[in-house]
């Protein structure tokens, strides 16, 4: 009788202590920036698990009102409405500002967060689509430069007064954006990278180490690895299909493609899509279907993957010789089909079930 206590409390304990080594992840869905987002993360306990999922959802919100084109309160939204007027704005906003116009110089204006009027005069913003003419078109292309965003920084540490401390009473003074009259923002092609490094950031911050952060339209951050040690491994979505040619492995990285696909219109025989060459204010045919970037900014994948879309195959691959600094990796798909990836990611790609017998180039 004792013996058989023993066991079942043995048994007891080993399941027990198995529950305890696989912990259930939590996931969660929303609608943010225009999209779905799918989260999951392996937490500590149900109320810190429900504080990280509430903060995750409150920092979206509030980068998605900050960033969103049409929301009135939002900075994106009154600097757009500025007529050339200095607008205060708030911190993320700069942030994001200050990050994303680094990558617009870099590419050399391949990317460029003032595409707005083009973005609009197609018609992508309110799905009403149309092909502006020849005239339209070139006078779009003179909206468009990030050049002229004028960011006026201030110092945001309090001023010491007379006695040694600090002078509280000098009222800290807010950062402003300044736009020419006529020209937009769009942040449409970074501002999900830039929420999934805030997220990533504040859900380490919380002890977190272990999430796939899923922001929508093939932008993901991985904090650290799956809890069994293994890296999370996400799939690169086929252009031509609707399943995944490749699986990336991912620890600690972001990944973030961009592709004709995502959001596209056809008239008359011909596809427009939404990723436009800032030089012609036209969908850019550049030869690509689409392009991965990892890297360990989301920010830096979700620009980038934009930006190298725009330059195609030969400029990217030299983009990517030229820009060892950036941290990042990069897969090419053409439009004839070929696959292409960079070096680096030796170890880290491979073709998915059913893409066995296709062709990768390597980059070097
Ligand atoms: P998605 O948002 O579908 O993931 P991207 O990250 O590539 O795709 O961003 C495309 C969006 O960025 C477009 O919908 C448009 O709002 C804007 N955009 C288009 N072309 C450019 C460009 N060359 N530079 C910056 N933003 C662009
Ligand atoms: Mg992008």
């Given at each position: 009788?004792?013996k058989?206590?023993?066991?079942?409390?043995?048994?007891?304990?080993?399941?027990?202590?198995?529950?305890?080594?696989?912990?259930?992840?939590?996931?969660?869905?929303?609608?943010a920036?225009?999209?779905?987002?799918?989260?999951?993360?392996?937490?500590?306990?149900?109320t810190?698990?429900?504080?990280?999922?509430?903060?995750?959802n409150v920092?979206?919100?509030?980068?998605?009102?900050?960033?969103?084109?049409?929301?009135?309160c939002?900075d994106?939204?009154?600097i757009?409405?500025?007529?050339?007027?200095?607008?205060?704005v708030?911190?993320p906003?700069?942030?994001?500002?200050?990050?994303?116009?680094?990558?617009?110089?870099?590419?050399?204006?391949?990317?460029?967060?003032?595409?707005y009027?083009?973005?609009?005069?197609?018609?992508?913003?309110?799905?009403?689509?149309?092909v502006?003419?020849?005239?339209?078109?070139?006078?779009?292309?003179?909206?468009i430069?990030?050049?002229?965003?004028?960011?006026?920084?201030?110092?945001?540490?309090v001023?010491?007064?007379?006695?040694?401390?600090p002078?509280?009473?000098?009222?800290?003074?807010?950062?402003?954006?300044?736009?020419?009259?006529?020209?937009?923002?769009?942040l449409?092609?970074?501002?999900?990278?830039?929420?999934?490094?805030?997220?990533?950031?504040s859900?380490?911050?919380?002890g977190?180490?272990?999430?796939?952060?899923?922001l929508?339209?093939?932008?993901?951050?991985?904090?650290?690895?799956?809890?069994?040690?293994?890296?999370?491994?996400?799939?690169?979505?086929?252009?031509?299909?609707?399943?995944?040619?490749?699986?990336?492995?991912?620890?600690?990285?972001?990944?973030?493609?961009?592709?004709g696909y995502?959001?596209?219109?056809?008239?008359?025989?011909e596809?427009?899509?939404?990723?436009?060459?800032?030089?012609?204010?036209?969908?850019?045919?550049s030869?690509?279907?689409?392009?991965t970037?990892?890297?360990p900014?989301a920010?830096?994948?979700?620009?980038l993957?934009?930006?190298?879309?725009v330059m195609?195959?030969?400029?990217?691959?030299?983009?990517?010789?030229?820009?060892?600094?950036?941290?990042?990796?990069?897969?090419?798909?053409?439009?004839?089909?070929?696959?292409?990836?960079?070096?680096?990611?030796?170890?880290?790609?491979?073709?998915a079930?059913?893409?066995?017998?296709?062709?990768?180039?390597?980059?070097?």
């Amino acid at each position: 009788m004792k013996k058989r206590l023993l066991c079942t409390l043995l048994a007891a304990l080993c399941l027990l202590t198995a529950c305890k080594k696989v912990p259930e992840p939590v996931e969660f869905s929303t609608f943010a920036m225009n999209t779905f987002m799918s989260f999951t993360f392996y937490g500590k306990g149900e109320t810190e698990n429900q504080r990280v999922q509430d903060q995750i959802n409150v920092t979206l919100r509030r980068l998605d009102s900050l960033f969103s084109v049409n929301n009135e309160c939002g900075d994106v939204n009154q600097i757009n409405r500025s007529k050339g007027q200095r607008v205060e704005v708030d911190a993320p906003t700069v942030e994001l500002l200050v990050q994303a116009l680094e990558l617009c110089e870099i590419t050399d204006g391949a990317l460029d967060i003032t595409a707005y009027p083009a973005v609009r005069a197609w018609g992508f913003t309110q799905e009403e689509y149309r092909v502006p003419s020849p005239a339209e078109l070139a006078e779009l292309t003179e909206k468009i430069d990030y050049t002229v965003v004028e960011l006026g920084l201030e110092s945001h540490s309090v001023p010491v007064g007379p006695d040694g401390e600090p002078d509280w009473s000098v009222h800290a003074e807010r950062d402003t954006v300044t736009l020419p009259a006529g020209m937009e923002l769009d942040l449409g092609a970074v501002a999900k990278g830039f929420a999934g490094d805030q997220i990533a950031a504040s859900a380490r911050g919380s002890g977190i180490t272990s999430a796939l952060l899923n922001l929508g339209q093939s932008t993901i951050a991985a904090v650290g690895a799956k809890p069994d040690g293994s890296p999370w491994r996400v799939g690169i979505r086929d252009p031509e299909g609707e399943g995944y040619f490749a699986v990336v492995e991912l620890t600690d990285m972001a990944m973030g493609t961009s592709g004709g696909y995502q959001r596209y219109f056809e008239q008359d025989e011909e596809i427009y899509w939404h990723i436009l060459d800032p030089d012609t204010a036209a969908p850019a045919k550049s030869g690509l279907s689409s392009v991965t970037v990892v890297s360990p900014s989301a920010l830096t994948c979700d620009g980038l993957s934009t930006a190298l879309f725009v330059m195609g195959l030969e400029k990217g691959t030299q983009f990517w010789r030229d820009h060892p600094e950036l941290e990042f990796e990069a897969v090419f798909v053409t439009e004839e089909g070929g696959i292409y990836r960079t070096a680096g990611l030796e170890g880290r790609f491979s073709l998915a079930e059913g893409y066995e017998d296709r062709e990768v180039t390597v980059l070097e």
